[in-house]
C-alpha cells in the first residue's frame, strides 16, 4: 500500500489486441485502468511486471505529472478523483472488475475530466467553503 500525501491521477490503457484478451469483440472499444499514485510511471511498470512477457503490456494513457499538474495534496483528494472516474467509466462503458474497464476513446477521455474536475473540487467533510 502507497504512503498517504500528495498524489496524481491517472488512466492506463491496455496495449495489445483488446479483443483476443476479452476472448470477444470490443469494436473500438479500449481496455483501460482508473486510479491515483505518487507515481503513475511507476504504477504502469509495476502493472507490467505482473504481466507475464508477450503480446499486452499497459502504458500511461493520461497522467497529471504527464499534464504537469502538481500533485493533489492529499489521498482522500486523489481518491475522490479516481472514483469520479470509475463512476463515469462504469455508466460509459463496460466494467471489467474493479478499477478496470472497456469503453470507447472519447467516453475515457470524458471520465478522465470529470475526475480532474472532480478532485479539483473536493472539500473535506465538514470543512466551511
Known sequence: RESEGPKHLYVLQLVGNEAHFLGRAV?????????FSKSPGTR??????????????????????DDLREPFDCSDRAKAGEQAMIAALD?????????????????????????IRTADDWTPQGART
Request: with cysteine.
Open 27 to 35: 469494436n473500438d472499444e479500449i481496455i483501460v485502468k482508473a486510479g
Open 91 to 115: 455508466s460509459y462503458g463496460q466494467s471489467l472488475n474493479g478499477e478496470f474497464f472497456c469503453a470507447s476513446p472519447g467516453h475515457v477521455e470524458a471520465a478522465w475530466k470529470r475526475g
Open 44 to 65: 504502469c511498470e509495476a502493472h507490467n511486471r505482473a504481466l507475464p512477457r508477450g503480446a499486452f503490456r499497459w502504458k500511461v494513457l493520461y497522467s497529471t505529472f
